[in-house]
């Protein structure tokens, strides 16, 4: 991988990973479209690692409210009488996030091989747009971070698993599956930031323990490539996250719907008129 292909990645990927359009279904077409194998371990997990770069900006964006739930969670732990709505928040993302891990490996050969194809892509982009045009427009949208429970949590964390289908979208999984649970808006992009900062943490470091030999061996990405991916995406990432946030206050999530359609029906015309294959 040239350098300049790890920084049109890395864009890719601090862009896309916290936006409801699916960051492993565009890094995969991008893949694809520089000839990249996609299905190949080294690309695998160089897609994997440098997710590393988003989550490092998640913490660093979101720092006060996770010292914040942290201590709650602690203090909670330690006195009954302090266990409030932080604490109830700290005992949902742990929920979500062990829910996921679980799903997660044991669906580690299947998202590592088949899920690959950009058929999947397709699929994920244009099915799941339903429930969230859907969700965005029925859920009542009442409920605010004061009343998130570890049940909530543990039904996020089942519905983001759901993301290991590319083009699903890991934000916009949780975000949707928060609308339909009555939460608002902007507490379910926060909610999906929080489940997704263990998630990435867990995800980014388990493949780079299992995956290193792939990106290091002969014909691999390289480490050169990987870590310029994972700076890019932290750097981008940030604004993403800055301007998410921004947006869902005052808007819907319609031009993301309109926006995974489009893209998804692109790709679909182009898989099937042959100009790019599938795997």
């Known amino acids: 991988m040239e350098w300049w292909q790890s920084v049109i990645l890395g864009v890719v990927e601090g862009v896309t990973e916290f936006l409801p359009i699916s960051s492993t279904g565009h890094l995969t077409v991008v893949e694809k479209l520089m000839g990249l194998p996609i299905n190949d371990p080294s690309v695998t997990a160089y897609t994997a690692i440098i997710q590393i770069g988003a989550m490092v900006a998640s913490i ?3 720092w006060s409210d996770i010292i914040r739930i942290a201590g709650a969670w602690f ?3 330690a006195d009954k009488a302090k266990r409030g709505p932080d604490f109830q928040l ?4 742990i929920a979500g996030f062990t829910v996921t891990a679980v799903v997660a490996l044991l669906l580690r050969d299947l998202v590592e091989g088949p899920l690959r194809s950009l058929w999947f892509v397709v699929g994920g982009l244009l099915l799941w747009s339903v429930p969230m045009f859907i969700g965005d427009r029925v859920g009542k949208q009442n409920r605010g971070e ?7 949590g543990a039904i996020l964390g089942l519905i983001q698993c759901l993301s290991l289908v590319p083009g699903v979208s890991r934000s916009g999984a949780t ?13 379910a992009t926060r909610m999906s930031f929080f489940l997704g900062i263990p998630t990435l943490v867990a995800a980014g470091m388990f493949q780079a323990a299992t995956s290193a030999s792939s990106i290091a061996a002969p014909g691999g990405i390289g480490w ?8 890019v995406s932290f750097v981008v990432a940030y ?18 719907v309109i926006y995974r359609v489009v893209v998804g029906l692109v790709i679909g015309g182009l898989l099937l008129a042959n100009v790019i ?3």
């Open 90 to 93: 700290g005992w949902a993302v």
């Open 277 to 279: 294959s599938p795997v």
């Open 146 to 152: 004061d009343s998130i429970t570890w049940k909530d």
């Open 75 to 77: 203090a909670g732990l």
């Open 224 to 231: 050169v490539a990987t870590s310029i991916g994972i700076v």
């Open 175 to 187: 975000i949707t599956g928060g609308l339909f649970l009555g939460i608002d808006r902007i507490t």
């Open 239 to 256: 604004a993403s996250i800055a301007w998410l946030l921004k947006f869902v206050a005052t808007n819907d999530f319609t031009a993301f």
């Open 60 to 62: 660093v964006y979101f």
